[in-house]
């Protein structure tokens, strides 16, 4: 490769953001070519396959192990070798983002599951101590179960949710995995066990009927896991018949997706990256609006130069690439770190949409920072970037009755309170009203908020009350 002067220019690197000087030097290392790269995956059974471990001490290991047991693991090579920067370990923000640290657990968990792996080989007894403090972890917040799985015709359908009248989130089951996992995952109790990841033509049947029924729908969120681990052939199926007469309400086709940050091989040189963007590309020509909602927790994602290619191929295609993430302790509690991360995706043509308070499931102790420290993130990272960063919206929690958005802090007469509102809600009427809530410096989701000036419930505590108990139907069909 030829390195341009102005690349070992070292007088311009002055002027350089972090971004553009470990892009060049990527640039300058040769990393990129075109040759296939293999898949290759690291789950907890293999953590000790993984050599870059070897360099961190034995009670270290262990830990992860711990759990690696609870909350899954799995990563792959391409992380390993090009987003990691292994001489920042543990503080680097990609290493917090895929590997399981000790404090993910509470103490007692932990103890509990050391304990347990310490003095048994019985598998019957190791596997009741996971799933006893899988339990005790929220595995599905949100009534993600029971309040947004579509009842048709008093048959409920799987591998579909319907919370918001115009988006139906779809679940393929052969995308329920992804390229590796963020151990910060909402969605990790999806990911325990081995389910078999096949493609069935009932499932595209059903949410093709599901679609045609209710006009309303105007977006379709295909989501998982991660779609994009599957093969073009099967997105084709799910999405190609969608250019059909019947299907002229579904205006927007949305794709869920980390393959941009774990695997942005799927655009560049897989064997059916072609086919996929010429699918892509086939919709868009057809008059869909295709958005690709990427993945990106930290800028740190989006240097290397495949994933920059990818970005490009992508755009190329006519689909509009939308980036999302939630703000974490550990990887970027960070107003420096948004605005870098906005500023880039503005760079490559993606449109910043979501900043989500981290979930109440999981690790989430240690990844939450209280609401009031996460508006302050946003506004310090808005601050620091153009209008065209500024489309995101945040920090939003999405709770069991919708999307709760912290529009700021401020002294109403003498109470300091937080303003809310619903970007999006089970009865669209919530949407955009805004509401208060006594400030609390400690807080870090819904339930630790209470309303402001004295008031006993929120405006939509009632009807979301009633909703749970089944006494009204969802408003999603009306
Ligand atoms: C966020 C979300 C959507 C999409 O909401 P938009 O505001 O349209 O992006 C749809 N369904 C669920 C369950 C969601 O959490």
């Not at 310490?118 to 006893?132: A, F, G, L």
């Not at 015709?153 to 115009?166: A, L, N, S, V």
């Not at 489309?391 to 109403?412: L, W």
């Amino acid at each position: 490769m030829v390195i341009s002067p102005e690349i070992t220019d070292m007088s311009m690197e002055k002027n350089m953001t972090p971004v553009i000087q470990l892009i060049k030097k990527q640039i300058i290392s040769g990393q990129f070519d075109n040759t296939p790269d293999r898949f290759q995956v690291f789950t907890e059974k293999q953590l000790d396959n993984i050599d870059a471990l070897n360099q961190l001490p034995e009670q270290r290991r262990f830990e992860m192990k711990v759990v690696a047991k609870v909350l899954p693991f799995r990563v792959n090579r391409y992380v390993l070798d090009h987003l990691i920067d292994w001489n920042n370990i543990p503080d680097d923000p990609i290493f917090q983002l895929v590997f399981p640290q000790k404090g993910m657990l509470s103490e007692n968990d932990f103890e509990q599951m050391a304990n347990v792996l310490r003095n048994t080989t019985d598998r019957d007894q190791i596997q009741k101590t996971i799933n006893e403090i899988r339990q005790r972890l929220n595995p599905h917040p949100a009534e993600q179960q029971s309040l947004n799985v579509p009842n048709d015709e008093g048959r409920t359908i799987q591998g579909i949710q319907h919370k918001y009248r115009e988006t139906v989130l779809f679940f393929p089951g052969q995308g329920q995995v992804c390229h590796s996992f963020c151990s910060f995952c909402f969605r990790w109790a999806q990911f325990i066990g081995d389910k078999e990841l096949r493609f069935s033509n009932k499932e595209a049947e059903q949410l093709h009927n599901y679609l045609i029924k209710y006009k309303k729908i105007s977006d379709l969120l295909i989501t998982g896991g991660d779609p994009m681990v599957m093969k073009t052939d099967h997105l084709v199926s799910y999405m190609e018949p969608l250019l059909k007469p019947e299907f002229d309400h579904i205006q927007t086709i949305r794709i869920g997706t980390k393959s941009l940050s774990f695997w942005p091989q799927r655009y560049v040189k897989d064997a059916d990256s072609n086919e996929l963007l010429a699918l892509f590309e086939r919709l868009v020509k057809a008059g869909k609006h295709v958005a690709i909602m990427a993945h990106f927790n930290h800028w740190r994602e989006m240097i290397t130069p495949i994933a920059q290619e990818a970005i490009r191929r992508l755009r190329a295609t006519g689909v509009v690439i939308r980036t999302q993430s939630p703000l974490l302790n550990h990887i970027n509690n960070d107003p420096n770190v948004w605005a870098q991360m906005w500023r880039e995706q503005v760079r490559l043509g993606m449109v910043p949409y979501y900043m989500f308070v981290e979930r109440d499931t999981g690790a989430r102790h240690y990844f939450e920072v209280p609401l009031a420290r996460a508006w302050e993130v946003y506004r310090q990272a808005m601050q620091q970037v153009s209008g065209l960063g500024r489309t995101v919206r945040g920090p939003s929690m999405s709770t069991g009755p919708g999307k709760i958005e912290v529009q700021g802090i401020t002294k109403i007469y003498n109470e300091k309170v937080f303003v809310l509102r619903f970007i999006q809600a089970r009865n669209p009427d919530w949407v955009q009203q805004p509401f208060f809530a006594k400030f609390d410096p400690d807080a870090t989701w819904l339930d630790h908020l209470k309303p402001a000036f004295g008031e006993e419930k929120f405006f939509f505590q009632d009807e979301y009350d009633a909703m749970r108990m089944k006494k009204i139907s969802p408003r999603v069909y009306e």
